[in-house]
């Protein structure tokens, strides 16, 4: 059985930074590839980010460039920095095994509010 908490959401003012960070436990992290999404208010859940089991990136068009998705496989942790915050950056950020399949994993969810 697996299971991923996430943590390092806040209230942040626009242009300010944040580091996600995704704890996975169970066996073999490294072979997982990894997934973060967003749902902001009202919103339906959209996908952000991979990390692949081999390091490989890529990112939704909306955030290319501004986040950055890591994983230190020796921690079982993923990450996701997220710079030059925006309002519409405001939403739960999840990260996920598997994607949308009926094998997946999901974390609960860290907060992220950017205002002034």
């Known amino acids: 059985q697996r299971q991923l908490v996430e943590s390092g959401g806040g209230l942040v003012e626009p242009g300010g930074s944040l580091r996600l960070s995704c704890e996975f436990f169970?066996?073999?992290?490294?072979?997982?590839?990894l997934n973060w999404y967003r749902q902001a208010p009202g919103k339906q859940r959209e996908w952000v980010a991979r990390?692949?089991?081999?390091?490989?990136?890529t990112y939704a068009d909306s955030v290319k460039g501004r986040f950055n998705i890591s994983r230190d496989n020796a921690k079982n942790t993923m990450y996701l920095k997220i710079n030059s915050l925006k309002g519409e950056d405001t939403a739960v950020y999840y990260c996920?095994?598997?994607?949308?399949?009926?094998?997946?994993?999901w974390g609960q969810g860290t907060q992220v509010t950017v205002s002034s």
């Open positions: 996920n095994i598997g994607g949308l399949g009926a094998d997946n994993t």
């Open positions: 990390i692949l089991s081999d390091g490989t990136s």
């Open positions: 169970g066996s073999h992290f490294y072979v997982y590839h």
